[in-house]
């Protein structure tokens, strides 16, 4: 009997790197503001901190694609894809938080 295991290296290369995207976007969100507003340069540590954990959850969404690309386990793709998707998510969360109150607002105000 000859089994064939599928790969599975990219797959979870890509759901650590969306695991530790979601960490850094979780770390923006809860640490307190006072460790975060330290220069870095120009930049704060918040600003760094948010495009990195963007930039991880992008990664981890091109890796899963890769991953699917190359015919490799799809649940550890789907992992990768889904992580990466919630680190971006929490980033622009309070975004669209703003977005939808805006839109109730003018709404109210043209009616």
């Known amino acids: 009997m ?19 995207g979601l960490l850094v976007s ?20 918040d600003e760094v901190l948010s495009t990195g954990a963007a930039a991880l959850g992008v990664l981890a969404i091109a890796i899963a694609v890769l991953a699917v690309i190359f015919r490799e386990e799809k649940l550890l793709a ?25 839109i109730v607002i003018l709404n109210g105000i043209v009616s």
């Open 78 to 102: 789907g992992i990768a894809a889904v992580l990466g998707v919630a680190a971006i998510a929490v980033q622009v969360w309070w975004a669209l938080i703003l977005v939808a109150i805006a």
């Open 26 to 45: 979780a770390l923006t969100k809860l640490a307190p503001a006072a460790y975060l507003s330290g220069p870095v340069g120009q930049v704060t540590w």
């Open 2 to 20: 000859d089994i064939v295991r599928q790969s599975r290296r990219l797959g979870i290369i890509g759901s650590v790197t969306g695991l530790l």
